[in-house]
């Protein structure tokens, strides 16, 4: 339902019930948790979805967005990583993926603000995990804040793994000041930095830059991405991976 008012942008209850056959009131429950989520706003008898740079930050959204696109970028990104390195990954979900491949790299060190990674990476054999703090938020199910970028600060890890919203073709963007800062933090703080993105978000822009492409190591992109994008980039001598499917 909510992959449906995102496309049409609007719709009325009536037409929902009649789209996915079931009652108005099944609707009206259904569209109380998206509104709950962040993902849509109701209105009296119908529907419009939120503005994208609002939902695409959402943790319910990107948890199910591009999985195949995700998991092929993860085990490229898993073959980049040495064991007993030290690694920092942000709280996207590109990273999340990369978390539960860890264990084939294990003995790590994994320093991490996002709440699925630490709950996924908590007791996992051979890696030794470091939480970040800070104020949680639960649109995106980490930690952020003066608190989260001062931990980071303190720390220098060999490599850091992060995701954004959006690339055009010489900036990674993202639409939230608070996950930038932490983002910009991040790659400050590792030796090695790898930007891993699925192809929607390329050739797009978002309201903050995050740093330039040229500050990555390694940019890795899933085999869905155009050609002529993957040769612009190369073009610029960025390192770009294409992960197969």
Do not use: W
Not at 34 to 51: D, I, N, P, S
Not at 199 to 211: D, G
Not at 212 to 235: C, K, M, N, Q, W
């Amino acid at each position: 339902m909510a992959e449906h008012v995102m496309r049409l942008g609007s719709a009325s209850l009536a037409e929902l019930a009649e789209t996915f056959e079931v009652s108005v009131m099944t609707v009206h429950r259904d569209l109380d948790e998206l509104e709950r989520q962040g993902m849509v706003r109701k209105f009296r008898g119908g529907v419009t979805a939120q503005a994208s740079n609002v939902f695409e930050s959402n943790i319910a959204y990107r948890m199910t967005a591009h999985l195949a696109a995700k998991q092929a970028i993860a085990r490229h990104v898993v073959t980049m990583i040495e064991p007993g390195s030290s690694v920092m990954l942000d709280d996207s979900t590109t990273a999340l993926a990369v978390a539960r491949l860890l264990g084939e790299v294990a003995p790590l060190t994994v320093v991490t603000n996002f709440l699925e990674a630490i709950k996924l990476l908590a007791g996992a054999p051979g890696i030794r995990l470091m939480a970040l703090g800070g104020e949680y938020h639960a649109t995106h199910d980490s930690f952020l804040g003066v608190a989260c970028v001062d931990a980071i600060e303190a720390m220098s890890t060999d490599l850091a793994v992060v995701s954004t919203s959006a690339v055009s073709s010489r900036y990674a963007f993202h639409q939230e000041q608070e996950i930038v800062l932490v983002k910009r933090a991040m790659l400050g703080s590792a030796v090695r930095r790898i930007l891993a993105i699925d192809h929607t978000k390329l050739e797009r822009v978002a309201l903050h830059r995050v740093a330039p492409l040229s500050d990555f190591d390694a940019i890795v992109l899933d085999a869905g991405t155009p050609a002529a994008a993957v040769d612009e980039l190369r073009e610029q001598r960025l390192h770009v991976h294409v992960a197969p499917m």
